[in-house]
């Protein structure tokens, strides 16, 4: 019996996603936790495993093909012995998107792909249980397994993404050590609102604005799936989140001296911590001085996070991600900065897990290396604040009844105010500027 393999979902918010490049050809036998292709999505470029044994019979959607719609066939797998001339009558699906179609995709973008892929996204939002033989066995592929057994996760409460509801490696990294997820029970995450529903971009469309630009010289560039998503999930934060902002600088002198002292001290390990660090480490002790500024918009009601989880802006070409550091009220700064400069290092070149750049309920983006002085920051849902960094500057400030010279950095907190009042904003960003004007309390 043939058994077609299906675009997998990669991520919770994954509608479709570029066939990259397949690792098997059409004959090739493969088992169950072989790779068979890479899949990029919007953010990243994965690993797809096999979940079945068998021999590749027929490949439907060749290397390079962008939109390919999640739960769209893409191959079709037959049993050893069965002739591959069995499987004639499949034939890749004619909504899929090849390379070629970038430049009619150019042609019309005033179409709304967030809400054509809603089909798609349906299949997305509710994933198949986990499939069962006759024996009540939960189909899972051996890595997944293997990842349950060493995290003591249940498969049988885990949602599998996989073809026909099979539970592969991302599912079993999604799910919580040592709890069930059943998939009737679950409450819905709100990181993973849907992109079709999403609203598109607004603003002038494609022949409106080509006509304005007649006789000028113009270079057309096709959207790509992360521009997509960046201009979809920013349209919907600045058309539906109530943002509010609460600005104030910091004075520097005293972590300026302390980072100084430190970064002396650990040379020898090969540790050098950076202004960025002591701002994740101020901000994540922040949110666990203010626990009720340590919260998520959910829809019908707020979520608040007892550990501090900070996202972290990093600028990849074409885009950006904001992986995320867990638990970072309770890691040293040079854990910190080891793991940032991991995550930041992986995700310039889109290695990085969806669980790795999904969650947390704050952010910080700075731009002050670039030398921007202030700026504000638009609010990533659902979290419920983000914190726009400026540049350092030596600047007159009056201290004793005398002038004199302070290195200033400007804060920018936007805030979401379904989630965070003002006077609560406030205290969240107080909180924040005493960490670091005084940074020796944060070893403590």
């Known amino acids: 019996m043939a ?15 570029t066939l990259a490049k397949w690792l098997v050809k059409e004959g090739d036998t493969v088992k169950s936790g072989d790779i068979l292709a890479e899949i990029e999505t919007d953010k990243a470029t994965m690993e797809f495993e096999a979940v079945d ?9 060749a290397e390079g093909t962008q939109g390919v719609a999640v739960n769209t066939p ?30 009619t995709a150019a042609d019309a973008p005033d179409e709304k792909p967030a809400a054509a892929a809603a089909p798609a996204a349906d299949k997305a939002q509710a994933p198949a249980a986990p499939t069962r033989d006759k024996g009540n066995r939960i189909f899972a592929s051996p890595l997944a397994r293997r990842i349950a057994a060493e995290r003591g996760i249940d498969l049988a409460g885990v949602t599998g993404s996989g073809p026909k509801g099979r539970i592969v490696k991302a599912d079993v990294e999604q799910a919580q050590p040592g709890a069930a997820r059943p ?26 604005v080509r006509k304005m630009l007649e006789g000028r010289e113009t270079t057309e560039i096709a959207l790509d799936g992360m521009r997509r998503t960046i201009a979809a999930r920013l349209s919907e934060a600045k058309q539906t989140i109530p943002h509010f902002y609460l600005r104030r600088s910091v004075k520097l002198d005293a972590l300026m001296e302390f980072r100084a002292t430190l970064n002396a001290q650990l040379e020898s390990r090969g540790v050098k911590l950076s202004v960025n660090d002591f701002i994740i480490k101020a901000c994540a002790l922040a949110l666990q001085q203010v626990p009720a500024a340590n919260a998520v918009w959910a ?44 995550l930041a290092a ?32 638009v609010i990533n849902p659902p979290h419920g604040a983000i914190l726009a960094v400026g540049a350092g500057i030596p600047t007159p400030v009056a201290e004793g009844g005398e002038v004199v010279i302070r290195n200033l950095m400007s804060l920018t907190l936007s805030v979401d105010h379904r989630v965070i009042d003002g006077a609560l904003g406030a205290e969240l960003l107080a909180a924040i500027i005493a960490h670091l004007e005084n940074p020796l309390g944060m070893l403590a």
């Open 3 to 17: 058994t077609e393999i299906l675009m997998p979902a990669l991520s919770p918010t994954m509608e479709e996603g």
């Open 53 to 61: 044994e068998g021999v590749i019979g027929k490949i439907l959607i």
């Open 74 to 103: 893409i191959a079709v797998l037959v049993e050893e012995g069965e002739s591959v001339e069995d499987v004639g009558g499949s034939s890749p699906p004619s909504a899929t998107k090849s390379q070629t179609d970038a430049g």
């Open 183 to 208: 998939a009737a029970a679950e409450a819905p995450k709100p990181a993973a609102a849907p992109a079709a529903a999403v609203p598109a971009p607004q603003g002038m469309g494609y022949e409106t």
């Open 299 to 342: 829809g019908d009601r707020i979520i608040q996070l007892k550990p501090s989880d900070v996202a972290v802006a990093v600028a990849i070409e074409g885009g950006l991600f904001t992986p995320v550091l867990k638990d970072a009220h309770q890691k040293t700064l040079s854990a910190l900065s080891a793991e940032m400069k991991d």
């Open 346 to 377: 992986r995700a310039r070149s889109k290695k990085l897990a969806p669980h790795e750049y999904q969650g947390g309920s704050f952010a910080i983006s700075n731009l002050g290396m670039f030398g921007i002085e202030n700026f504000d920051a």
